[in-house]
């Protein structure tokens, strides 16, 4: 065949295109997360993606592309870690984006080409089965955490609360990605269209099923409870003026009896056991005000080497014994992974100086002043795990309280983006949840995973008092587990199996007579 003039420079100028578009196809999804929160467009906006993907020249193209499309979509979640890690962001996103280059290929594989029935009815289950894997892989707390799950982005979407009480956050994301893939071969299959629009309607027909016909918990009273936001304290001696500030608004609440008043992260700056006049001063302030104080102690221990993040339930006699040391840590944030290779982040970002100290296990605390109520508490980036939540609504908890500080992020989306998790993990648990941050968002979600008002923004130091509605029952989520990527790996790995059998068909089929 003879080379059209000015045939290859066209192609490179097009395959130079294709790595940025992908890229930006990647970041697209971030809208619908909060801020911006437009939850609908996560049904279609991964389609400019797999379109991208399906249409590439060959499979290392498709290969490259589910790459750098996943370090587009990692920048994009996690844009405002930026000031924090600096350049070191790029270095993440892009080893982490590695984890999409295998479903680059399976796209290319079941909607390239000119797809039939048969593919598009596989791809629209294969495929967003292979999603989840990357999640659930990259959802490992050492590798960053499951923040940013495509499921997460339903938080405001009522029937996608009610899938998560089925499946979890898993759940969710299968079905948008289930509806994504379908839209695209909508577009891209027109022998299969029948097919990709019945897809879509199976689809639709699970959200009305669930919103419909899902189990909910049953009323089981209410509970009391206050949240207290320090807002952003400056100065060199911020510890003590935050303190103040949250011992100021927790006095101001001791007319409207809560039994639970809730601090956020880091809220206390030195260890009770070294500082009795903290100690002695919080036991008064529950004295006052009639209600157990849950506050979160940030500092070196007294009782064992290190420096530990702890919720310390105080009482009207003083700490009540109740103690919960934080388990998953954040990567860079509060301690570096393999620190002797990459301790060179912390001269190039807000990486931590020095490692916090992990705790061994989670637990339940009874707080005398609510009439006994069993509640599980979560230190920050430890609500974005739903198998720990999960675990606690298991073991009896009746209410879940997150105490969360993103300070450090405070006029970016990360303050939204983490106040969110409150509405799923009470949707997966049929337990409310009670998301107490130390400068904002501060929210509290019911049992079906609806926010209560007031919502306490980052504008600055603030207090609120809550009837949280309980609940009783078991959600099915709770019952059965993460029994959606058990089902997504099964699915995948019958597709590879499928595939190495025709491989070897073909192969024995084109081999040479002997």
């Given at each position: ?162 899938l998560a009480s089925l499946g979890g956050v898993w759940l969710a994301g299968f079905v948008v990605v289930a509806v994504n893939t379908a839209l695209a071969a909508l577009v891209c299959a027109p022998r299969a269209r029948l097919c990709a629009a019945a897809g879509l309607a199976v689809s639709a027909a699970a959200l009305g099923a669930a919103w419909q016909w899902a189990p909910v918990p049953r009323p089981a009273g209410s509970a009391r409870v206050a949240v207290v936001q320090a807002g952003v304290v400056g100065g060199t001696d911020s510890v003590t003026h935050r303190f103040e500030v949250q011992e100021r608004l927790t006095r101001e609440l001791a007319g409207r009896r809560p039994g639970l008043v809730v601090w956020g992260e880091s809220s206390v700056g030195q260890d009770l056991g070294r500082h009795p006049e903290l100690r002695d001063r919080l036991t008064a302030l529950s004295r006052a005000v009639g209600a157990d104080l849950l506050v979160n102690v940030d500092a070196r221990r007294s009782d064992r080497p290190g420096i530990y993040k702890s919720s310390v339930l105080v009482g009207p ?198």
């Amino acid at each position: 065949m003879t080379a059209i003039p000015g045939d290859r420079p066209r192609r490179g100028a097009v395959l130079a295109w294709r790595a940025p578009a992908a890229v930006v196809a990647g970041a697209l999804p971030a809208l619908a997360f909060p801020a911006p929160g437009l939850w609908w467009l996560a049904y279609a906006a991964l389609v400019p993606w797999l379109l991208l993907v399906r249409s590439a020249g060959s499979a290392r193209r498709a290969v490259a592309e589910g790459w750098l499309g996943g370090a587009g979509f990692l920048l994009a979640v996690h844009h405002w870690l930026l000031p924090s890690l600096h350049v070191f962001i790029l270095v993440l996103a892009g080893l982490l984006g590695l984890l999409w280059a295998p479903w680059g290929l399976l796209v290319h594989r079941m909607l390239g080409g000119r797809p039939g029935p048969g593919r598009v009815a596989a791809a629209v289950v294969v495929v967003p089965s292979a999603w989840l894997l990357v999640e659930l892989v990259r959802s490992w707390q050492y590798l960053g955490g499951p923040w940013g799950l495509m499921g997460a982005s339903q938080w405001q979407f009522a029937p996608a609360l009610r899938l998560a009480s089925l499946g979890g956050v898993w759940l969710a994301g299968f079905v948008v990605v289930a509806v994504n893939t379908a839209l695209a071969a909508l577009v891209c299959a027109p022998r299969a269209r029948l097919c990709a629009a019945a897809g879509l309607a199976v689809s639709a027909a699970a959200l009305g099923a669930a919103w419909q016909w899902a189990p909910v918990p049953r009323p089981a009273g209410s509970a009391r409870v206050a949240v207290v936001q320090a807002g952003v304290v400056g100065g060199t001696d911020s510890v003590t003026h935050r303190f103040e500030v949250q011992e100021r608004l927790t006095r101001e609440l001791a007319g409207r009896r809560p039994g639970l008043v809730v601090w956020g992260e880091s809220s206390v700056g030195q260890d009770l056991g070294r500082h009795p006049e903290l100690r002695d001063r919080l036991t008064a302030l529950s004295r006052a005000v009639g209600a157990d104080l849950l506050v979160n102690v940030d500092a070196r221990r007294s009782d064992r080497p290190g420096i530990y993040k702890s919720s310390v339930l105080v009482g009207p006699g003083g700490p009540t014994g109740d103690r919960y040391d934080k388990m998953r840590l954040v990567p860079f944030g509060e301690y570096i992974p393999a620190r002797s290779l990459l301790g060179w982040a912390t001269a190039v970002g807000k990486a931590a100086g020095e490692d916090r100290m992990r705790g061994d296990r989670q637990v339940l605390m009874r707080v005398p002043a609510a009439g006994g109520l069993r509640a599980g508490p979560l230190v920050c980036f430890e609500s974005a795990f739903p198998d720990m939540s999960r675990r606690l609504a298991r073991d009896g908890a009746q209410l879940l309280v997150v105490q969360s500080s993103t300070s450090t992020f405070q006029h970016s989306w990360a303050p939204q983006q983490h106040a969110s998790l409150a509405a799923l993990r009470a949707a997966e648990t049929w337990r409310p949840v009670v998301h107490a941050t130390l400068t904002g968002v501060s929210t509290v979600a019911d049992a079906h995973g609806r926010t209560l008002g007031p919502v306490l923004g980052t504008d600055g130091p603030a207090a609120a008092v809550y009837d949280v509605p309980l609940a009783s029952g078991t959600s099915p989520y709770v019952r059965a587990g993460d029994w959606v990527p058990y089902g997504a790996f099964a699915v995948v790995a019958l597709c590879c199996a499928a595939e190495a059998v025709r491989a070897r068909r073909r192969d024995r089929r084109d081999a040479p007579p002997v």
